[in-house]
Protein backbone atom coordinates (compact mmCIF):
# COMPACT_ATOMS: atom_id res chain seq x y z
CA UNK A 1 0.00 0.00 0.00
CA UNK A 2 1.66 3.60 -1.00
CA UNK A 3 1.01 5.69 1.85
CA UNK A 4 2.84 9.39 2.16
CA UNK A 5 5.42 7.95 4.50
CA UNK A 6 6.59 5.28 2.01
CA UNK A 7 7.04 7.70 -0.81
CA UNK A 8 9.06 10.05 1.57
CA UNK A 9 11.21 6.70 2.65
CA UNK A 10 11.56 5.78 -0.92
CA UNK A 11 12.69 9.09 -2.00
CA UNK A 12 15.22 8.98 0.51
CA UNK A 13 16.95 5.79 -0.56
CA UNK A 14 16.39 6.54 -4.35
CA UNK A 15 18.04 10.31 -4.08
CA UNK A 16 21.97 8.84 -3.71
CA UNK A 17 21.55 7.13 -6.68
CA UNK A 18 20.21 10.19 -9.01
CA UNK A 19 22.99 12.34 -7.24
CA UNK A 20 25.63 9.80 -7.93
CA UNK A 21 25.15 8.43 -11.12
CA UNK A 22 24.15 11.58 -12.59
CA UNK A 23 28.37 12.08 -13.44
CA UNK A 24 27.72 15.07 -15.46
CA UNK A 25 26.36 17.02 -12.77
CA UNK A 26 29.77 17.01 -10.85
CA UNK A 27 32.94 16.22 -13.27
CA UNK A 28 34.16 19.84 -12.35
CA UNK A 29 37.18 21.01 -11.01
CA UNK A 30 35.75 24.40 -9.89
CA UNK A 31 34.75 25.45 -7.03
CA UNK A 32 37.45 23.69 -4.89
CA UNK A 33 37.52 23.34 -1.34
CA UNK A 34 41.51 23.83 0.50
CA UNK A 35 42.88 23.01 -2.89
CA UNK A 36 40.53 19.91 -3.48
CA UNK A 37 38.47 20.02 -6.70
CA UNK A 38 35.00 19.82 -6.88
CA UNK A 39 34.31 16.39 -8.23
CA UNK A 40 36.25 15.24 -5.36
CA UNK A 41 34.76 17.14 -2.34
CA UNK A 42 31.35 16.49 -3.79
CA UNK A 43 31.25 13.03 -3.69
CA UNK A 44 32.65 13.26 -0.33
CA UNK A 45 30.23 15.52 1.22
CA UNK A 46 27.70 12.96 -0.53
CA UNK A 47 28.74 10.68 2.51
CA UNK A 48 27.22 12.51 4.73
CA UNK A 49 24.33 13.45 3.07
CA UNK A 50 23.63 9.65 2.05
CA UNK A 51 23.80 9.07 5.62
CA UNK A 52 21.10 11.77 7.04
CA UNK A 53 18.79 10.78 4.25
CA UNK A 54 18.61 6.61 5.40
CA UNK A 55 18.45 7.59 8.81
CA UNK A 56 15.63 9.47 8.42
CA UNK A 57 14.42 6.46 6.20
CA UNK A 58 15.06 4.70 9.33
CA UNK A 59 13.12 7.16 11.65
CA UNK A 60 10.40 6.79 9.60
CA UNK A 61 10.31 3.06 9.11
CA UNK A 62 10.09 2.45 12.66
CA UNK A 63 7.65 4.76 13.12
CA UNK A 64 5.45 3.20 10.67
CA UNK A 65 6.11 0.01 11.90
CA UNK A 66 4.95 1.29 15.53
CA UNK A 67 2.08 2.73 14.15
CA UNK A 68 0.71 -0.54 12.39
CA UNK A 69 1.41 -1.81 15.49
CA UNK A 70 -0.54 0.14 17.25
CA UNK A 71 -3.72 -0.18 15.07
CA UNK A 72 -3.23 -3.75 14.70
CA UNK A 73 -3.79 -4.21 18.48
CA UNK A 74 -6.13 -1.17 18.75
CA UNK A 75 -8.35 -3.60 16.06
CA UNK A 76 -8.05 -6.81 18.39
CA UNK A 77 -9.03 -4.85 21.29
CA UNK A 78 -12.14 -3.82 20.22
CA UNK B 1 61.41 0.64 -5.18
CA UNK B 2 63.71 -2.20 -4.53
CA UNK B 3 66.70 -0.02 -3.61
CA UNK B 4 67.74 -2.10 -0.43
CA UNK B 5 66.14 -3.82 2.34
CA UNK B 6 64.33 -0.94 5.44
CA UNK B 7 65.85 -3.13 8.27
CA UNK B 8 63.51 -0.62 10.91
CA UNK B 9 60.55 -0.76 9.06
CA UNK B 10 61.00 -4.87 8.42
CA UNK B 11 61.55 -5.42 11.99
CA UNK B 12 58.61 -3.41 13.10
CA UNK B 13 56.52 -4.96 10.88
CA UNK B 14 57.52 -8.74 11.25
CA UNK B 15 56.59 -7.87 15.18
CA UNK B 16 53.49 -7.57 14.45
CA UNK B 17 53.18 -10.09 12.05
CA UNK B 18 54.83 -12.53 14.40
CA UNK B 19 52.13 -11.39 16.63
CA UNK B 20 48.92 -12.11 14.94
CA UNK B 21 50.22 -15.50 13.86
CA UNK B 22 50.44 -16.33 17.72
CA UNK B 23 47.20 -14.49 18.47
CA UNK B 24 46.00 -16.84 15.27
CA UNK B 25 46.75 -20.17 16.41
CA UNK B 26 46.28 -19.19 20.64
CA UNK B 27 42.47 -18.29 19.28
CA UNK B 28 41.65 -21.31 18.36
CA UNK B 29 41.76 -22.21 22.44
CA UNK B 30 39.61 -18.55 22.69
CA UNK B 31 35.97 -18.99 23.98
CA UNK B 32 36.29 -23.14 22.80
CA UNK B 33 33.98 -24.57 23.38
CA UNK B 34 33.83 -28.81 24.58
CA UNK B 35 33.17 -29.87 21.25
CA UNK B 36 35.70 -28.26 18.38
CA UNK B 37 35.39 -30.75 15.75
CA UNK B 38 32.44 -29.59 13.33
CA UNK B 39 31.73 -26.93 11.09
CA UNK B 40 30.04 -24.71 13.49
CA UNK B 41 32.76 -24.12 15.73
CA UNK B 42 35.17 -23.67 13.09
CA UNK B 43 33.25 -21.93 10.46
CA UNK B 44 30.98 -19.80 12.88
CA UNK B 45 33.30 -19.34 16.01
CA UNK B 46 30.58 -20.99 17.80
CA UNK B 47 28.59 -18.21 17.38
CA UNK B 48 29.09 -17.12 20.56
CA UNK B 49 30.09 -13.76 19.13
CA UNK B 50 27.56 -11.05 19.77
CA UNK B 51 26.80 -8.32 17.90
CA UNK B 52 29.49 -5.87 18.58
CA UNK B 53 32.38 -8.45 17.34
CA UNK B 54 30.26 -9.26 14.12
CA UNK B 55 30.16 -6.21 13.37
CA UNK B 56 33.54 -5.16 13.68
CA UNK B 57 34.32 -8.12 11.42
CA UNK B 58 31.75 -6.37 9.05
CA UNK B 59 33.39 -2.73 9.11
CA UNK B 60 36.79 -4.58 9.06
CA UNK B 61 35.82 -5.91 5.78
CA UNK B 62 35.87 -2.47 4.35
CA UNK B 63 39.12 -1.79 4.92
CA UNK B 64 41.45 -4.35 3.12
CA UNK B 65 44.00 -3.82 0.14
CA UNK B 66 41.13 -2.99 -2.16
CA UNK B 67 41.20 0.36 0.27
CA UNK B 68 44.45 0.45 0.93
CA UNK B 69 46.04 -0.37 -2.02
CA UNK B 70 43.82 -0.98 -5.29
CA UNK B 71 41.94 2.21 -5.14
CA UNK B 72 45.46 4.43 -4.38
CA UNK B 73 46.55 2.47 -6.94
CA UNK B 74 43.81 3.46 -9.85
CA UNK B 75 43.91 6.81 -8.94
CA UNK B 76 47.74 6.74 -9.44
CA UNK B 77 47.33 6.11 -12.57
CA UNK B 78 44.48 7.23 -14.03
CA UNK B 79 43.13 9.79 -11.76
CA UNK B 80 39.54 10.09 -11.41
CA UNK B 81 38.11 7.34 -12.85
CA UNK B 82 39.47 5.24 -9.61
CA UNK B 83 37.79 7.23 -7.55
CA UNK B 84 34.20 5.47 -8.23
CA UNK B 85 34.63 3.39 -5.31
CA UNK B 86 33.65 6.69 -3.33
CA UNK B 87 30.15 6.57 -4.84
CA UNK B 88 30.53 2.62 -4.95
CA UNK B 89 30.44 2.67 -1.16
CA UNK B 90 27.84 5.48 -0.73
CA UNK B 91 25.26 2.87 -2.66
CA UNK B 92 25.88 0.05 -0.72
CA UNK B 93 23.92 1.63 1.97
CA UNK B 94 20.43 2.32 0.70
CA UNK B 95 20.83 -1.06 -1.16
CA UNK B 96 21.49 -3.02 2.24
CA UNK B 97 18.49 -0.96 3.68
CA UNK B 98 16.04 -1.85 1.23
CA UNK B 99 16.91 -5.79 0.69
CA UNK B 100 18.79 -7.35 3.52
CA UNK B 101 16.22 -6.85 6.49
CA UNK B 102 13.79 -9.04 4.13
CA UNK B 103 16.71 -11.61 3.64
CA UNK B 104 17.09 -11.81 7.75
CA UNK B 105 13.60 -12.14 8.09
CA UNK B 106 12.91 -14.83 5.94
CA UNK B 107 16.31 -16.83 7.09
CA UNK B 108 15.54 -16.33 10.71
CA UNK B 109 12.30 -17.82 9.86
CA UNK B 110 13.49 -20.91 8.10
CA UNK B 111 16.89 -21.19 9.45
CA UNK B 112 18.84 -20.22 6.16
CA UNK B 113 22.45 -19.85 6.21
CA UNK B 114 23.69 -18.65 2.70
CA UNK B 115 21.66 -17.22 -0.22
CA UNK B 116 21.55 -20.25 -1.71
CA UNK B 117 19.98 -21.73 0.88
CA UNK B 118 17.19 -19.15 0.16
CA UNK B 119 17.03 -19.56 -3.35
CA UNK B 120 16.60 -23.39 -2.49
CA UNK B 121 13.55 -22.96 -0.47
CA UNK B 122 12.29 -20.15 -2.24
CA UNK B 123 12.04 -21.54 -5.64
CA UNK B 124 12.53 -25.07 -5.06
CA UNK B 125 14.99 -25.70 -7.37
CA UNK B 126 18.39 -27.41 -6.78
CA UNK B 127 19.99 -26.45 -10.10
CA UNK B 128 19.34 -22.58 -8.87
CA UNK B 129 20.34 -23.33 -5.09
CA UNK B 130 23.90 -25.28 -7.06
CA UNK B 131 24.71 -22.10 -9.47
CA UNK B 132 24.35 -19.56 -6.46
CA UNK B 133 26.65 -21.50 -4.48
CA UNK B 134 29.07 -21.94 -7.54
CA UNK B 135 28.96 -18.20 -8.50
CA UNK B 136 29.55 -17.43 -4.41
CA UNK B 137 32.54 -19.88 -4.44
CA UNK B 138 34.18 -18.52 -8.20
CA UNK B 139 33.55 -14.99 -7.52
CA UNK B 140 35.43 -15.19 -4.00
CA UNK B 141 38.73 -15.74 -5.62
CA UNK B 142 40.11 -13.35 -7.12
CA UNK B 143 38.43 -11.02 -4.10
CA UNK B 144 41.23 -13.11 -2.16
CA UNK B 145 43.83 -12.90 -4.82
CA UNK B 146 43.57 -8.43 -4.72
CA UNK B 147 44.39 -9.19 -0.66
CA UNK B 148 46.94 -11.25 -1.86
CA UNK B 149 48.66 -8.44 -4.04
CA UNK B 150 48.36 -5.96 -1.21
CA UNK B 151 50.39 -7.97 1.15
CA UNK B 152 53.02 -8.76 -1.73
CA UNK B 153 52.72 -5.15 -2.73
CA UNK B 154 54.47 -4.28 0.86
CA UNK B 155 56.65 -6.87 0.88
CA UNK B 156 58.30 -5.49 -2.22
CA UNK B 157 58.23 -2.21 -0.91
CA UNK B 158 60.26 -3.16 2.24
CA UNK B 159 63.06 -4.86 -0.18
CA UNK B 160 61.96 -8.66 0.75
CA UNK B 161 61.32 -10.10 -2.64
CA UNK B 162 59.86 -8.09 -6.02
CA UNK B 163 61.30 -6.34 -7.97
CA UNK B 164 61.81 -7.40 -11.41
CA UNK B 165 65.20 -8.73 -12.42
CA UNK B 166 65.09 -11.29 -9.20
CA UNK B 167 63.99 -14.98 -10.06
CA UNK B 168 60.65 -15.70 -10.39
CA UNK B 169 60.54 -17.99 -7.37
CA UNK B 170 62.73 -15.50 -4.99
CA UNK B 171 59.70 -12.70 -6.16
CA UNK B 172 56.88 -14.61 -5.04
CA UNK B 173 58.87 -16.31 -2.48
CA UNK B 174 57.53 -13.93 0.17
CA UNK B 175 53.65 -14.25 -1.22
CA UNK B 176 53.99 -17.86 -0.53
CA UNK B 177 54.96 -17.18 2.47
CA UNK B 178 52.06 -15.16 3.93
CA UNK B 179 49.88 -17.34 1.96
CA UNK B 180 50.89 -20.05 4.07
CA UNK B 181 50.88 -18.64 6.98
CA UNK B 182 47.65 -17.14 6.29
CA UNK B 183 46.41 -20.50 5.30
CA UNK B 184 47.62 -22.29 8.31
CA UNK B 185 46.02 -20.43 11.09
CA UNK B 186 42.64 -20.07 9.40
CA UNK B 187 42.69 -24.21 8.69
CA UNK B 188 43.25 -24.70 12.35
CA UNK B 189 41.27 -21.76 13.99
CA UNK B 190 38.55 -21.18 11.56
CA UNK B 191 36.62 -17.80 12.13
CA UNK B 192 38.21 -17.17 15.97
CA UNK B 193 41.20 -16.19 13.98
CA UNK B 194 40.33 -13.15 12.11
CA UNK B 195 37.52 -12.63 14.78
CA UNK B 196 40.37 -11.99 17.27
CA UNK B 197 42.94 -10.23 15.11
CA UNK B 198 40.55 -7.82 13.59
CA UNK B 199 41.11 -5.76 16.62
CA UNK B 200 44.97 -5.55 16.58
CA UNK B 201 44.34 -4.98 12.53
CA UNK B 202 41.77 -2.08 13.33
CA UNK B 203 43.51 -0.61 15.74
CA UNK B 204 46.33 -0.17 13.57
CA UNK B 205 44.57 0.75 10.31
CA UNK B 206 42.44 3.70 12.37
CA UNK B 207 45.88 5.15 13.70
CA UNK B 208 47.41 5.03 10.19
CA UNK B 209 44.78 6.48 8.46
CA UNK B 210 44.52 9.25 10.43
CA UNK B 211 47.98 10.09 10.54
CA UNK B 212 48.45 9.54 7.07
CA UNK B 213 45.52 11.88 6.20
CA UNK B 214 46.70 14.47 7.96
CA UNK B 215 50.29 14.88 8.00
CA UNK B 216 51.05 13.38 4.56
CA UNK B 217 49.10 16.32 2.81
CA UNK B 218 50.79 18.97 5.25
CA UNK B 219 54.01 17.63 4.48
CA UNK B 220 53.43 18.50 0.62
CA UNK B 221 52.23 21.36 0.69
CA UNK B 222 48.56 20.95 0.68
CA UNK B 223 45.88 19.66 -1.97
CA UNK B 224 46.63 22.64 -4.34
CA UNK B 225 50.09 21.91 -4.57
CA UNK B 226 49.47 18.11 -4.79
CA UNK B 227 46.25 18.47 -7.50
CA UNK B 228 48.93 20.66 -9.37
CA UNK B 229 51.54 18.07 -9.84
CA UNK B 230 48.91 15.12 -10.36
CA UNK B 231 47.42 17.54 -13.54
CA UNK B 232 51.26 18.28 -14.62
CA UNK B 233 51.70 14.41 -14.73
CA UNK B 234 48.63 13.65 -16.52
CA UNK B 235 49.21 16.06 -19.27
CA UNK B 236 52.15 13.93 -20.12
CA UNK B 237 51.27 10.62 -18.69
CA UNK B 238 47.43 10.65 -19.41
CA UNK B 239 44.80 10.03 -17.44
CA UNK B 240 43.17 13.18 -15.66
CA UNK B 241 41.70 14.82 -12.69
CA UNK B 242 37.69 15.37 -13.65
CA UNK B 243 36.89 12.17 -15.97
CA UNK B 244 36.23 13.48 -19.20
CA UNK B 245 32.49 13.19 -20.92
CA UNK B 246 33.41 10.11 -22.09
CA UNK B 247 34.36 8.43 -19.13
CA UNK B 248 31.06 8.99 -17.65
CA UNK B 249 29.08 5.97 -18.45
CA UNK B 250 32.08 3.81 -17.44
CA UNK B 251 32.57 5.68 -14.03
CA UNK B 252 28.77 5.40 -13.10
CA UNK B 253 28.09 2.02 -14.31
CA UNK B 254 31.45 0.95 -11.98
CA UNK B 255 30.07 2.45 -8.99
CA UNK B 256 26.78 1.03 -9.48
CA UNK B 257 27.61 -2.63 -10.63
CA UNK B 258 29.95 -2.60 -7.29
CA UNK B 259 27.27 -1.38 -5.20
CA UNK B 260 24.80 -3.87 -6.68
CA UNK B 261 27.74 -6.63 -5.93
CA UNK B 262 28.92 -6.15 -2.57
CA UNK B 263 25.79 -7.83 -0.59
CA UNK B 264 25.83 -10.47 -2.53
CA UNK B 265 29.43 -12.04 -1.45
CA UNK B 266 29.31 -15.21 0.45
CA UNK B 267 30.86 -13.35 3.53
CA UNK B 268 29.25 -9.91 3.41
CA UNK B 269 25.79 -12.42 3.64
CA UNK B 270 27.10 -14.49 6.36
CA UNK B 271 27.88 -11.26 8.82
CA UNK B 272 24.96 -9.70 7.77
CA UNK B 273 22.52 -12.72 8.82
CA UNK B 274 24.40 -12.88 11.99
CA UNK B 275 23.01 -9.55 13.46
CA UNK B 276 20.17 -9.64 16.32
CA UNK B 277 17.05 -8.34 14.89
CA UNK B 278 16.33 -6.48 11.31
CA UNK B 279 16.52 -3.50 13.40
CA UNK B 280 20.05 -3.41 13.55
CA UNK B 281 20.70 -4.14 10.24
CA UNK B 282 19.02 -1.09 8.99
CA UNK B 283 20.96 0.79 12.12
CA UNK B 284 24.39 -0.13 11.00
CA UNK B 285 23.79 1.30 7.63
CA UNK B 286 23.27 4.56 9.33
CA UNK B 287 26.98 4.48 10.97
CA UNK B 288 28.90 2.18 8.47
CA UNK B 289 28.74 5.08 5.75
CA UNK B 290 31.55 6.81 7.84
CA UNK B 291 33.79 4.03 6.27
CA UNK B 292 33.03 5.65 3.05
CA UNK B 293 34.68 8.87 4.45
CA UNK B 294 37.75 7.24 5.11
CA UNK B 295 37.96 5.45 1.81
CA UNK B 296 37.62 8.57 0.07
CA UNK B 297 40.45 10.38 2.17
CA UNK B 298 42.67 7.27 1.40
CA UNK B 299 41.85 7.61 -2.20
CA UNK B 300 43.33 10.82 -2.30
CA UNK B 301 46.85 9.34 -1.44
CA UNK B 302 47.16 8.21 -5.13
CA UNK B 303 47.24 11.51 -5.87
CA UNK B 304 49.67 12.29 -2.83
CA UNK B 305 51.77 9.46 -4.37
CA UNK B 306 52.29 11.66 -7.43
CA UNK B 307 52.93 14.91 -5.65
CA UNK B 308 55.43 13.33 -3.46
CA UNK B 309 57.18 12.09 -6.93
CA UNK B 310 56.81 8.78 -6.66
CA UNK B 311 57.95 6.91 -9.77
CA UNK B 312 56.65 2.82 -9.97
CA UNK B 313 55.96 0.46 -12.83
CA UNK B 314 53.38 -1.39 -11.00
CA UNK B 315 50.86 0.98 -9.13
CA UNK B 316 49.97 -0.92 -5.97
CA UNK B 317 53.54 -0.19 -4.97
CA UNK B 318 52.20 3.46 -4.75
CA UNK B 319 50.82 3.78 -0.78
CA UNK B 320 53.44 1.82 0.68
CA UNK B 321 56.22 3.55 -1.49
CA UNK B 322 54.25 6.32 0.14
CA UNK B 323 54.60 5.59 3.71
CA UNK B 324 58.18 4.50 3.38
CA UNK B 325 59.34 7.87 2.06
CA UNK B 326 57.21 10.22 4.21
CA UNK B 327 57.16 8.34 7.70
CA UNK B 328 59.78 7.76 9.91
CA UNK B 329 61.29 3.73 9.16
CA UNK B 330 59.72 2.40 12.62
CA UNK B 331 55.96 4.14 11.64
CA UNK B 332 56.42 3.20 8.20
CA UNK B 333 56.75 -0.42 9.38
CA UNK B 334 53.54 0.11 11.83
CA UNK B 335 51.70 1.49 8.50
CA UNK B 336 52.78 -1.07 6.50
CA UNK B 337 51.73 -4.62 9.29
CA UNK B 338 48.27 -2.42 8.77
CA UNK B 339 48.16 -3.23 5.27
CA UNK B 340 49.20 -6.36 5.38
CA UNK B 341 47.38 -7.96 8.56
CA UNK B 342 44.20 -5.37 6.58
CA UNK B 343 44.61 -7.96 3.65
CA UNK B 344 45.16 -11.25 5.45
CA UNK B 345 42.17 -11.11 7.73
CA UNK B 346 39.75 -10.49 5.32
CA UNK B 347 41.40 -13.05 2.93
CA UNK B 348 40.65 -15.35 6.15
CA UNK B 349 37.11 -14.12 6.28
CA UNK B 350 36.07 -14.75 2.98
CA UNK B 351 38.21 -18.53 2.32
CA UNK B 352 35.78 -19.59 5.14
CA UNK B 353 32.71 -18.12 3.78
CA UNK B 354 33.29 -19.80 0.35
CA UNK B 355 33.99 -22.94 2.42
CA UNK B 356 31.16 -23.14 4.58
CA UNK B 357 28.81 -22.37 0.90
CA UNK B 358 30.63 -25.72 -1.09
CA UNK B 359 30.20 -27.85 2.64
CA UNK B 360 26.58 -26.57 2.71
CA UNK B 361 24.96 -26.38 -0.72
CA UNK B 362 27.68 -28.36 -2.43
CA UNK B 363 28.59 -31.50 -0.30
CA UNK B 364 25.93 -31.78 1.73
CA UNK B 365 23.07 -31.28 -1.17
CA UNK B 366 24.72 -33.51 -3.90
CA UNK B 367 27.69 -35.65 -2.74
CA UNK B 368 26.86 -36.45 1.43
CA UNK B 369 23.47 -35.81 2.88
CA UNK B 370 24.89 -37.91 5.91
CA UNK B 371 28.10 -36.90 6.18
CA UNK B 372 28.68 -36.62 10.24
CA UNK B 373 29.86 -33.44 11.61
CA UNK B 374 33.75 -33.53 12.03
CA UNK B 375 33.72 -34.77 8.35
CA UNK B 376 31.65 -31.60 6.97
CA UNK B 377 34.41 -29.60 9.29
CA UNK B 378 37.34 -31.13 7.34
CA UNK B 379 35.79 -30.95 4.05
CA UNK B 380 35.09 -27.22 5.10
CA UNK B 381 38.78 -26.81 5.92
CA UNK B 382 40.16 -28.63 2.98
CA UNK B 383 37.91 -26.37 0.43
CA UNK B 384 38.76 -23.14 2.18
CA UNK B 385 42.90 -23.80 1.06
CA UNK B 386 41.45 -24.57 -2.45
CA UNK B 387 39.59 -21.90 -2.26
CA UNK B 388 42.82 -19.73 -1.43
CA UNK B 389 44.88 -22.00 -4.11
CA UNK B 390 42.71 -20.65 -6.25
CA UNK B 391 42.90 -16.88 -5.48
CA UNK B 392 47.20 -17.89 -5.79
CA UNK B 393 46.76 -18.58 -9.37
CA UNK B 394 44.81 -15.53 -10.25
CA UNK B 395 47.59 -14.27 -8.55
CA UNK B 396 49.86 -15.85 -10.39
CA UNK B 397 48.41 -15.82 -14.07
CA UNK B 398 46.77 -11.96 -14.24
CA UNK B 399 48.59 -8.60 -14.16
CA UNK B 400 49.18 -7.61 -10.76
CA UNK B 401 49.53 -3.91 -11.75
CA UNK B 402 45.88 -2.76 -11.90
CA UNK B 403 44.82 -5.18 -8.76
CA UNK B 404 41.03 -3.06 -8.61
CA UNK B 405 40.64 -5.20 -11.86
CA UNK B 406 40.12 -8.57 -9.34
CA UNK B 407 37.17 -6.82 -7.42
CA UNK B 408 35.52 -5.94 -10.17
CA UNK B 409 35.80 -9.40 -11.81
CA UNK B 410 34.66 -11.33 -8.77
CA UNK B 411 32.04 -8.47 -9.30
CA UNK B 412 30.99 -9.50 -12.67
CA UNK B 413 30.27 -12.94 -11.46
CA UNK B 414 28.61 -12.49 -7.97
CA UNK B 415 26.29 -9.90 -9.40
CA UNK B 416 24.76 -12.68 -11.59
CA UNK B 417 23.03 -14.19 -8.51
CA UNK B 418 20.96 -11.14 -8.32
CA UNK B 419 17.95 -11.99 -9.89
CA UNK B 420 17.16 -14.89 -8.16
CA UNK B 421 18.21 -13.42 -4.52
CA UNK B 422 16.62 -9.80 -5.27
CA UNK B 423 14.18 -10.73 -7.05
CA UNK B 424 13.20 -13.80 -5.02
CA UNK B 425 12.60 -11.59 -2.09
CA UNK B 426 10.29 -9.45 -3.72
CA UNK B 427 8.03 -11.52 -5.94
CA UNK B 428 7.71 -14.93 -6.80
CA UNK B 429 6.90 -14.53 -10.50
CA UNK B 430 10.95 -15.14 -11.91
CA UNK B 431 10.24 -18.63 -13.13
CA UNK B 432 13.00 -20.73 -11.57
CA UNK B 433 13.87 -22.01 -15.21
CA UNK B 434 14.00 -18.79 -16.48
CA UNK B 435 16.45 -17.36 -13.62
CA UNK B 436 19.03 -19.95 -14.36
CA UNK B 437 18.86 -19.39 -17.59
CA UNK B 438 19.25 -16.05 -16.95
CA UNK B 439 22.11 -16.70 -14.66
CA UNK B 440 24.27 -18.60 -17.45
CA UNK B 441 23.49 -16.13 -20.09
CA UNK B 442 24.87 -13.58 -17.93
CA UNK B 443 27.75 -15.36 -16.55
CA UNK B 444 29.18 -16.27 -20.34
CA UNK B 445 28.83 -13.24 -21.90
CA UNK B 446 30.17 -11.34 -18.54
CA UNK B 447 33.38 -14.18 -18.77
CA UNK B 448 33.79 -13.96 -22.61
CA UNK B 449 33.62 -9.82 -22.52
CA UNK B 450 35.95 -9.96 -20.01
CA UNK B 451 38.43 -12.46 -21.55
CA UNK B 452 38.43 -10.47 -24.28
CA UNK B 453 39.70 -7.10 -23.16
CA UNK B 454 42.93 -6.76 -23.77
CA UNK B 455 45.72 -3.96 -21.55
CA UNK B 456 48.70 -3.13 -22.68
CA UNK B 457 50.30 -5.79 -20.43
CA UNK B 458 47.98 -8.84 -20.98
CA UNK B 459 45.69 -10.15 -23.91
CA UNK B 460 43.19 -11.40 -21.96
CA UNK B 461 41.12 -10.43 -18.34
CA UNK B 462 43.17 -6.91 -19.17
CA UNK B 463 39.92 -4.39 -17.65
CA UNK B 464 36.70 -4.98 -17.11
CA UNK B 465 34.89 -2.09 -18.74
CA UNK B 466 33.79 -2.85 -22.44
CA UNK B 467 31.61 -1.00 -25.06
CA UNK B 468 27.67 -1.62 -23.92
CA UNK B 469 25.30 -3.00 -26.67
CA UNK B 470 23.13 -0.79 -28.61
CA UNK B 471 24.59 2.13 -26.41
CA UNK B 472 27.78 2.03 -27.87
CA UNK B 473 29.43 4.08 -24.39
CA UNK B 474 32.09 2.04 -22.75
CA UNK B 475 31.17 0.47 -19.42
CA UNK B 476 31.13 -2.15 -16.66
CA UNK B 477 30.74 -5.81 -17.95
CA UNK B 478 29.12 -6.78 -14.88
CA UNK B 479 26.40 -4.40 -15.51
CA UNK B 480 25.82 -4.60 -18.85
CA UNK B 481 25.88 -9.02 -18.21
CA UNK B 482 23.77 -8.35 -15.27
CA UNK B 483 20.91 -6.38 -17.47
CA UNK B 484 21.23 -9.10 -20.18
CA UNK B 485 20.63 -11.58 -17.24
CA UNK B 486 17.73 -10.00 -16.29
CA UNK B 487 16.45 -9.72 -19.98
CA UNK B 488 16.80 -13.09 -20.60
CA UNK B 489 14.89 -14.22 -17.12
CA UNK B 490 11.92 -11.80 -17.75
CA UNK B 491 11.12 -13.21 -21.33
CA UNK B 492 11.74 -16.82 -20.37
CA UNK B 493 9.41 -16.30 -17.51
CA UNK B 494 6.68 -15.36 -19.53
CA UNK B 495 7.33 -17.94 -22.13
CA UNK B 496 7.45 -20.20 -19.75
CA UNK B 497 4.20 -19.07 -17.92
CA UNK B 498 2.68 -19.05 -21.10
CA UNK B 499 3.20 -22.87 -21.55
CA UNK B 500 2.71 -23.90 -17.86
CA UNK B 501 5.84 -24.79 -16.65
CA UNK B 502 5.08 -25.97 -12.83
CA UNK B 503 6.73 -23.48 -10.62
CA UNK B 504 9.56 -25.46 -7.84
CA UNK B 505 7.31 -25.69 -4.43
CA UNK B 506 7.85 -22.42 -1.97
CA UNK B 507 8.22 -23.38 1.05
CA UNK B 508 8.30 -19.57 2.24
CA UNK B 509 5.01 -17.28 2.54
CA UNK B 510 4.51 -13.43 2.85
CA UNK B 511 4.41 -12.92 6.24
CA UNK B 512 8.20 -14.59 6.41
CA UNK B 513 9.71 -11.59 4.91
CA UNK B 514 8.60 -8.77 7.46
CA UNK B 515 8.82 -10.93 10.57
CA UNK B 516 11.17 -9.67 12.99
CA UNK B 517 12.43 -10.73 16.51
CA UNK B 518 10.02 -11.88 18.94
CA UNK B 519 7.47 -13.14 16.45
CA UNK B 520 5.81 -16.45 16.35
CA UNK B 521 8.78 -18.73 14.78
CA UNK B 522 11.54 -16.18 14.28
CA UNK B 523 15.19 -18.15 15.45
CA UNK B 524 17.31 -14.98 17.15
CA UNK B 525 20.52 -17.43 16.27
CA UNK B 526 20.42 -19.36 13.27
CA UNK B 527 20.99 -22.70 12.74
CA UNK B 528 24.92 -24.06 12.44
CA UNK B 529 26.07 -24.13 9.21
CA UNK B 530 25.74 -27.76 9.12
CA UNK B 531 24.06 -30.12 11.95
CA UNK B 532 26.12 -29.69 14.99
CA UNK B 533 25.87 -33.04 17.54
Known amino acids: ?78 | MNDGVNGVALAVFVFFFVLVTVMGFLAARWRRAAEADNLEEWGLGGRSFGTWITWFLLGGDLYTAYTFVAVPAAIYAGGAAGFFAVPYTILVYPLIFTFLPRLWSVSHRHGYVTTSDFVKGRFGSRGLSLAVALTGILATMPYIALQLVGIQAVLDVMGVGGGESTHWFVKDLPLLIAFGVLAAYTYSSGLRAPALIAFVKDALIYIVIIVAIIYIPIELGGFDDIFSSAEEKFAEKGGSVVPAADAQWAYATLALGSALALFMYPHAITATLSSRSREVIRRNTTILPLYSLMLGLLALLGFMGIAAGIEVENGQLVVPQLFEDMFPAWFAGVAFAAIGIGALVPAAIMSIAAANLFTRNIYRDFFRPDATPAREAQVSKITSLLVKVGALVFVLTMDKTTAINFQLLGGIWIVQTMPALVGGLFTRWFHRWALLAGWAVGMLYGTLAAYGVESPTQKHFGGSNDTIPLIGEIGYIGLTAFVLNLLVTVVLTLVMRALGTPDGVDETTAGDYTADVGDAGVREELPPATKAP
Open chain 1, 1 to 78: MITPTRVVIGLCLVVPFVAMLWVGSYDRVDPTFIGIPFFYWYQMLWVPLSTLLTCVAYVLVRREKAARRAAAEGGAAR
